[in-house]
């Protein structure tokens, strides 16, 4: 993977799927392990350094949110497609934490 000295991972250790994402090996890249499936995807999500990634309670969604703290993405685990874009605004922002909702609310 990228260097990573934030430590940014995420676990969704559920008991139909279990998946693990981190950086990848590019900037603003996520690797996601679908360990269930034994597969693993890399998506492109940001241009620039991640700031924060979260996954759902059962793996099925990936949250990511850019180190400028203007847009956070929501991707499908499964096949990585973007599904939502947030725009939070145009200045720069620090994003400590990424929150994440129920797979049903995307």
């Known amino acids: ?4 000295p ?3 991972c995420a676990l969704s250790p559920n008991s139909n799927q279990t998946v693990l994402a981190c950086p990848g090996l590019h900037k603003g890249e ?21 700031a924060c990634i979260a ?4 793996g099925a969604r990936l949250v990511t ?13 499964a096949d990585g497609t973007k599904l939502r874009e947030l725009r939070r605004g145009a200045d720069h922002a620090v ?3 990424c929150a994440t909702l129920h ?4």
């Open 30 to 50: 996520v690797r996601v392990e679908l360990y269930d499936i034994k597969r693993t995807k890399f998506i492109a999500a940001h241009e620039g350094n991640l």
């Open 103 to 106: 797979s049903e609310c995307t």
């Open 55 to 58: 996954l759902t309670l059962d």
């Open 65 to 77: 949110a850019s180190d400028k703290g203007t847009i956070i993405r929501i991707f499908d685990t």
């Open 1 to 4: 993977t990228i260097a990573n």
């Open 6 to 8: 934030k430590g940014i």
């Open 95 to 97: 994003i400590y934490r």
